[in-house]
């Protein structure tokens, strides 16, 4: 089991799969901080509870940064969407951050949802350019 | 139902739960001791000094080192055919768990005394 | 009307114990990967867990065995000792995972340090289970569960297309290796095999006879079956919310975000309330289930109803499990990972608990009249063999989908 935790965390060499993953993940933690967000926004949610699901998943952001900053690069075309992963990622952990610091706070968290949305729709972006979808 | 007539001896007998006759769970039946011909049941074997035996032959060599040996009396105990009352979905004993020496691993001054370093 | 009054009264308890970590994490996950077309795997498993949990308890009211006893006498010392190890290892897993899960509610219900809370958890349930009798500790947290119909309220508010959903419980195979884990995932949530070795132990606790067999098939298929729309519930509400947007819930709190967003902060403490209730009787019956096994697979004294005095192995066992448990909690692994591999592997030993159960409640030497019927033979047989293809499939599947992640 100790193998296979090792396999999971993934270090080492980054191929377009993993890249395409990770900035998937990114995607999906920007989704939900934005349902959390949306709970703070309608002062419809609990502050404990909205401060640690903003901690973790926070905390899943800067590890997916750390993964894509340290790996490197199976193919070399790839480094442009690699930063801008790594830039998406400290975007939304910094967002988190906020609304971890500011959970009983409407304003705060309307402001962090949107810009957590506009955070998610570059995360798609980069995955339709490492797909090959976009122009 | 006590056993004059003929029973399935692995199907009804090994492996079944012990109570003593107060209906405490005192073992279970982990060896039959057969003897005569036709063989006939002439006791019951109880203990995890038995354990070994049960096992496939590696994994018994593996065991023994770790039990010790079959020390009767001590891990292993022979309850003779006459003690046993009646086969029901347990097999019942006629006398208390103390008389017959079962049971002793409930018994938390048995506990304390075994693993005294002088024991 | 009193007896009636108590059926009714167990049957709620089972409904509302029906889900614990496992099926929160497996369905929440299935329902935001794949919407609506894993809810027949789940409709399999209830189905399932119920046939196999009439069978033991039926078993244990008529013959007086639990499920452990069985084991050892249909599958001999040495076949015994592999079931045994198995679900012990199953158990412990299942308890850590638990025993997690409850620290993490109360962390986001107070927002105080997780290992603390690990600790805190631990000691109430000693308290619990030292202070209430065995039905008593059943009750409380089955009652405590049904907070968790917020869910089913959740679904009625969210008002999906409730033609997809129907299609959803029409099989159906895709051949991607993650759609098949979360067949297995969620199939194998719903069976999870300290159910029945709790379930069948505590018929003898609560000292069942044939009188209780009525009792047994009414918690059975009705609490388990009315207890699987909690789990159905969860699928449908994730996949709504989340599959559209793509979250990928790798958090036990991501479970209550659809009931937040339907009925706001309200919603919210229905569905923690009810998971730490869910989660705290797993973690007990979990526990309870390691120390029935061994106390049964070696003979000694068991049960809550005799007392720490009369039964003081089977009480020490439970100590050093929940301290284990407690060991593997504190590790820091994320207990949604630890019930991932909890989950997996138990696929793996269910074969071992299932089938002396199945060959004993069929034996009519033992059974008598109540041996199995024509249906109970057939569905029995029919689960033993999809369990024996998935238990085949399961560690493969775990390798090559990286557990879930993808």
């Known amino acids: 089991m100790a193998a296979l935790a090792l396999v999971a965390s993934g270090c080492g060499d980054l191929s377009n799969d993993e890249l395409n993953r990770g900035v998937e993940s990114l995607s999906a933690l920007a989704a939900q901080g934005q349902l959390v967000a949306n709970g703070v926004a309608r002062d419809a949610t609990k502050t404990t509870y909205a401060r640690a699901m903003a901690r973790t998943l926070g905390e899943q952001a800067e590890h997916e940064a750390e993964k894509l900053a340290d790996a490197t690069l199976e193919e070399p075309g790839t480094a442009d969407q690699r930063h801008a992963a790594v830039a998406v990622a400290g975007e939304i952990s910094g967002l988190l951050s906020e609304l971890q610091t500011y959970p009983g706070d409407e304003r705060h968290g309307e402001l962090v949802e949107k810009h957590l949305g506009e955070a998610q729709e570059k995360a798609d972006a980069i995955v339709a350019q490492l797909s090959g979808d976009a122009p | ?119 | 009307m009193r007896a009636i009054l108590k059926i009714a009264l167990g049957i709620i308890a089972a409904i509302g114990g029906f889900l614990d970590i496992g099926d929160l994490v497996f369905t929440t996950q299935a329902g935001a990967l794949f919407r609506y077309d894993l809810l027949w795997a789940v409709v399999l498993g209830v189905v399932g867990i119920a046939v196999y949990a009439e069978m033991s308890g039926r078993v244990a009211a008529v013959s007086g065995r639990p499920v452990f006893d069985v084991i050892r006498m249909r599958m001999g010392f040495g076949m015994g000792l592999l079931a045994l190890v198995a679900s012990t290892i199953v158990n412990l897993l299942t308890l850590a995972a638990e025993l997690g899960g409850i620290a993490i509610v109360l962390e986001l219900l107070f927002d105080a340090p997780y290992g603390m809370f690990v600790f805190a958890s631990a000691i109430a349930l000693v308290v619990i289970a030292a202070l209430l009798p065995f039905g008593g500790i059943e009750r409380f947290f089955g009652y405590g569960g049904l907070l968790l119909f917020v869910v089913v309220a959740t679904v009625f508010h969210q008002n999906p297309d409730w033609g997809d959903v129907g299609r959803g419980f029409i099989p159906s195979i895709d051949s991607s290796t993650l759609y098949l884990y979360f067949v297995v995932g969620v199939f194998a949530a719903a069976l999870m095999p300290y159910e029945v070795h709790f379930y069948s132990s505590g018929a003898i606790e609560e000292g069942w006879t044939e009188k209780n067999l009525k009792e047994n098939r009414l918690n059975a298929i009705v609490g388990y079956g009315i207890g699987g729309i909690l789990s159905v519930g969860l699928v449908i509400v994730s996949g709504y919310l989340f599959h559209p947007i793509g979250v990928q819930p790798d958090d036990l709190g991501t479970v209550a975000l659809p009931m937040q967003g339907a009925f706001g902060e309200t919603g919210l403490l229905l569905a923690l309330g009810g998971m730490l209730f869910c989660v705290g009787g797993a973690a007990i019956d979990s526990s309870f289930a390691a120390s029935y096994n061994l106390a049964q697979f070696l003979g000694w004294e068991w049960g809550r109803y005799q007392g720490p005095r009369k039964a003081p192995r089977f009480t020490a066992s439970w100590l050093v499990f929940l301290l284990l448990g407690i060991a593997i909690a504190e590790s820091g692994i994320n207990p949604v990972d630890i019930t991932e591999y909890s989950v997996v592997l138990a696929v793996v030993a269910l074969p071992l608990t299932y089938l002396p159960v199945l060959l004993i409640a069929g034996d009519r030497s033992f059974m008598d009249r109540y041996a199995n019927g024509r249906i109970a033979t057939t569905l029995g047989w029919i689960y033993f063999a999809v369990i024996v293809v998935l238990a085949l499939a399961a560690i493969p599947l775990l390798l090559a989908t990286n557990a879930g992640g993808g």
């Open chain 2, 1 to 119: 139902m006590k056993a004059e007539g003929d029973i399935y001896v692995v199907h009804r007998l090994l492996d079944e739960q012990i109570c003593d006759s107060e209906g405490r769970r005192v073992g279970r039946v982990d060896d039959v001791e057969l003897s005569g011909d036709p063989p006939r049941v002439t006791a019951l074997l109880v203990g995890d000094g038995l354990y070994p035996r049960r096992l496939p032959r590696r994994l018994a060599r593996l065991a023994r080192r770790i039990s010790g040996p079959e020390r009767w009396g001590a891990n292993a105990l022979r309850i003779p055919w006459e003690e046993v009352d009646e086969l029901t979905s347990t097999v019942k004993l006629r006398k208390k768990a103390e008389d017959l020496g079962l049971g002793m691993g409930d018994d938390p001054a048995h506990w304390i005394v075994r693993r005294l370093p002088w024991n």
